[in-house]
């Protein structure tokens, strides 16, 4: 593991769990090591174990055999009420209390503690701006008049409420709809580049755990940590069998999701009227603004394609994408100003896309 | 907040409009039946039964076998009913709550006899059997209540730290209050009933001009006792619903 020197947050040592009356473990000796401030996503088929082993993070399963260790401490022993008030825990069915305001649902930790009103109640209206809800809107209301997306801000904001370095998120957008969903991961990790809590995150979803991580954590049956890398090295390069099978065909696409197009190097583009163009580089027309307006030429092409455009802060994901989408060959890479940077073209994409995913 | 109460007031009385009905028909009945009495010619035996210190003295002790009773069985039933609900007591909750359908099979009036024999007579007594009369709507609304729970937010409150009692004060209880209203509802009306049986034990109440009447074949006074215990019945009845709306109305 590439983080020797750094000591890791959570850190399990030889951890298993064999459930009463049953004579195989649903975990045996598993080690792993979860560094500050890094999401790590746990992913794997139903029943390999996942939830177990975040579970036993926090104590809420008690390990058979083996150590739990936070932030250096050895916590296998120690009161696992006080224990779970230091670490945040959010989970999918987001169990907000239906006969506490959403106000009251995140102050319970802070008032176990003993905070004073004052600091809870100013703590609550922080939370409820980190994630995206107007606390003078939102602190009286209750569970049942949110709606699942908000009810789920209100669960993660519950759980950050005591500002624990940790967080154990077990599926915590499983339940919601795909579109959501994604707003949700993506303000999830707007809130992570503010807070940067070490965080282990159960999903069942690849694309998932491949967006948020930035380690992913494949687990097979009875909790053997098959693989445990970057996002791109899984993809890259499964560790077995079983990661290939279970990270599937789709690897390659997945893959495109993580390259950024600032970080490739872009064809060039001659704007239309700046002077004599070379027959081999596309020329392009822009209106007054000097925003691209349409192809004036592409090379190998008889009649201009049309013109698609992608920001220079996508991925290559994006690229392609509206590529497919325009069924155009080449795409427009354009910058915040809406002005052409370069090009992406299919041809070279694809010739140039190597096995590990990067180009060039 | 202040602000919305004088507009929120209204439709508190609209939704609840199903309320007026109890009190009216209580109010109702008991005029009729009493203008009536007033214009019949009642002989010695009825006027003393019909005597207003008398029933006054009854409806006391009918009152108070009726708290009394219920009471008991909120400490008790609530205590057993929690401490069945635990996890840990799952292996025997069934067969508690089995043994408590087959006592509520007993006749109470056949309890309240049997009991005196074994107790003696008096009001003690009355209070016993009306407690095992009544003990099991509010020890099954109570493990119900408690177990229909989301285990989800169960499994929450212990995630964020509650411990498991803080968990019970907190989340279980609070959410379990309207079930476990609507069963001491059920036993408050039961043992209103049942109190008019204490009699037979001599431990008074309602069911004393009632039955004395009765065996003197005095119909005029029966129907006056008979229409205070179920107006009381009714009345007791429409509290506790009033009770469990405001319980379930603030929760649910």
């Known amino acids: ?360 | 907040m202040t602000a919305a109460a004088p507009a929120r007031a209204p439709g508190w009385i609209r939704r609840n409009r199903d309320l007026v009905a109890t009190p009216v028909i209580v109010v109702v009945g008991l005029a009729v039946v009493l203008v009536y009495t007033a214009n019949r010619q009642l002989d010695s035996v009825e006027q003393r039964a019909l005597d207003p210190s008398y029933l006054w003295a009854k409806f006391g002790e009918h009152i108070w076998l009726t708290v009394a009773s219920t009471v008991v069985v909120i400490i008790f039933a609530l205590s057993l009913g929690i401490a069945l609900s635990r996890p840990a007591a799952a292996r025997i909750r069934t067969g508690t709550l089995a043994f408590g359908g087959f006592m509520q099979a007993l006749p109470a009036y056949g309890v309240i006899i049997l009991l005196a024999f074994l107790l003696g007579f008096g009001t003690t007594t009355a209070i016993i059997a009306l407690v095992l009369a009544s003990f099991l709507p509010v020890l099954t609304n109570t493990v119900v209540g408690l177990l229909q729970v989301d285990p989800a937010l169960i499994e929450a409150a212990r995630g964020m730290g509650m411990s498991a009692k803080q968990t019970l004060l907190r989340v279980e209880i609070p959410l379990a209050v309207p079930v476990m209203v609507a069963g001491i509802r059920v036993a408050l009306v039961l043992n209103v009933g049942t109190a008019t049986l204490a009699t037979f034990i001599g431990a008074g109440g309602l069911g004393e001009p009632i039955s004395s009447m009765l065996y003197l074949g005095r119909g005029q006074a029966v129907l006056v006792a008979s229409a205070i215990v179920a107006a009381l019945a009714l009345v007791i009845d429409w509290l506790a619903g009033v009770a469990e709306r405001l319980v379930s109305g603030r929760l649910g």
């Open chain 1, 1 to 360: 593991m590439s983080d020797a020197g750094q000591s890791p947050m959570i850190a399990l040592e030889g951890v298993s769990k064999t459930y009463p009356k049953q004579s195989k473990p649903a975990v045996a000796e598993l080690n792993l090591q979860v560094p500050e401030g890094a999401i790590v996503t746990l992913i794997g088929p139903s029943g390999c174990g996942k939830t177990t082993i975040l579970k036993m993070m926090n104590r809420l399963i008690e390990p058979t055999t083996g150590r739990i260790l936070l932030a250096g401490e050895d916590v296998t022993d120690v009161n696992a009420d006080q224990l779970r008030r230091r670490i945040g825990y959010v989970i999918q069915q987001v169990g907000l209390f239906p006969h506490l305001t959403i106000a009251d649902n995140i102050a319970v930790v802070p008032k176990m503690l003993g905070w004073d009103k004052r600091r809870v109640a100013s703590r609550v209206d922080e939370l409820l701006h980190l994630v995206g809800m107007e606390p003078d809107d939102f602190r009286d209301r209750y569970p049942r008049q949110l709606s699942g997306g908000q009810q789920q801000r209100v669960g993660v904001a519950r759980g950050l409420a005591a500002d624990p370095p940790v967080m154990l998120m077990d599926e915590p957008f499983g339940a919601i709809d795909p579109i959501t969903r994604e707003r949700l991961q993506d303000e999830f990790l707007e809130v992570q580049r503010q807070v940067a809590k070490t965080i282990c995150f159960v999903t069942h979803d690849l694309t998932e755990a491949v967006k948020l991580g930035d380690r992913i954590a494949v687990f097979a049956a009875r909790g053997r940590l098959a693989q445990y890398d970057t996002p791109s090295e899984v993809l890259a390069h499964p560790a077995d069998a079983f990661v290939a099978e279970f990270v599937g065909s789709g690897a390659a696409v997945r893959r495109l999701s993580l390259l950024q197009i600032s970080q490739l190097e872009l064809a060039q583009i001659v704007i239309s009227g700046a002077g004599a163009a070379p027959k081999d580089q596309p020329v392009l027309s822009v209106d007054g603004a000097g925003r691209p307006s349409a192809w004036h030429h592409v090379p190998g092409s008889e009649r201009p394609p049309a013109l698609v455009t992608v920001p220079l802060s996508g991925t290559v994901y994006d690229a392609v994408d509206v590529m497919l989408d325009g069924r155009a060959p080449v795409v427009v890479v354009v910058d915040d100003d809406g002005r052409p940077r370069g090009a992406l073209r299919w041809d070279a994409l694809v010739a140039d896309l190597r096995p590990n995913g990067q180009l060039r």
